[in-house]
């Protein structure tokens, strides 16, 4: 943990980073993410899925009390490291104050040239706060298949894994851990994938992950109405995403939506993706990458 004494006009506050395991920080922490997230980091964090290297809080507080604050996780793409800043958050009596801009350049200066990139999701309130940074709005694409290209994946048997059963739970971390990519843009963070799918059952990934034992695969899949969802795929080689549909063929599904970008797109079809009211932005360094290609920021790689 570090703590430093800031003074931002005529406040004093606290600076707090890499709290997370002094418990009552930990807690007002929670408490201000669930007034405004409706969920909280606590059973992300007693899970022992929460990487002190990758998942790192940067908090301004008053007193015991949490006045400001925005997340830093940490991405391993292609060699480099990109960072997503999320859970931007400032108290009601401590706005416009300049605290989520000195939180924003603080970061920015702890991290400079350190980085290949940074991105974020912002909503309709800050469109204007995020381009004084640097950052640009990028639009995002969603892939997809029609049913009928599916038609001749031979069929495949799944089996749902129980990730409270510490033999499924150490096949899924073993595949997560050396999965090779098979997506355009493909941002790792392992704790990010074990938060979704294994701290909080109520994202609905927890009951969706399930094991195809002739490729040695984990995917993550729901079906809902007549689409199959594939939110991701864990394989221990490239392959076309197509073949693992097999593993759901007695579900009746009209379309096949990825949660990714798929490397190979030749027969899927792409169409513009929003997320609620939500923008993605990234830094210079990435503009290019979403401006010219059909991409977006994997499901499970949201903060």
Excluded at 12 to 39: D, G, I, P, S
Excluded at 59 to 68: K, M, T
Excluded at 222 to 242: C, G, H, R, S
Aim: hydrophobic share 40%.
């Amino acid at each position: 943990m570090t703590q430093e004494t800031i003074q931002i006009h005529d406040q004093v506050y606290t600076l707090y980073t890499h709290y997370q395991h002094q418990e009552k920080l930990r807690l007002e922490f929670n408490r201000m993410t669930q007034e405004f997230w409706a969920f909280d980091f606590e059973n992300y964090y007693q899970s022992g899925f929460w990487d002190d290297d990758t998942c790192i809080l940067y908090s301004l507080f008053v007193g015991d009390s949490i006045a400001s604050h925005a997340t830093v996780s940490l991405f391993e793409y292609e060699g480099k490291t990109l960072i997503q800043l999320g859970t931007v958050m400032t108290g009601l009596p401590y706005r416009n104050k300049g605290l989520s801009r000195f939180l924003m350049e603080r970061i920015l200066r702890d991290f400079e040239g350190k980085h290949a990139g940074i991105f974020l999701f912002a909503n309709e309130t800050v469109l204007d706060f995020y381009p004084k940074f640097g950052l640009l709005p990028v639009p995002e694409s969603e892939h997809f298949f029609n049913v009928e290209t599916t038609d001749s994946v031979p069929k495949l048997t799944r089996r749902q894994l129980n990730l409270d059963h510490p033999d499924d739970l150490k096949l899924f971390e073993n595949r997560v851990e050396n999965a090779v990519s098979n997506s355009r843009f493909t941002p790792r963070n392992k704790g990010l994938t074990f938060f979704y799918c294994y701290a909080y059952p109520e994202m609905g990934f927890k009951n969706s992950v399930y094991f195809v034992e002739a490729f040695n695969s984990v995917v993550i899949a729901q079906i809902e109405e007549d689409v199959l969802y594939i939110t991701a795929i864990f394989t221990p080689e490239e392959m076309n995403v197509k073949q693992l549909t097999g593993a759901f063929t007695d579900f009746s599904f009209k379309e096949v939506v990825l949660g990714f970008t798929p490397k190979e797109t030749a027969k899927a079809h792409a169409r513009g993706y929003k997320e609620d009211d939500l923008q993605l932005f990234v830094s210079p360094e990435l503009h290019a990458l979403f401006a010219n290609n059909p991409l977006r920021v994997p499901l499970l790689s949201h903060t």
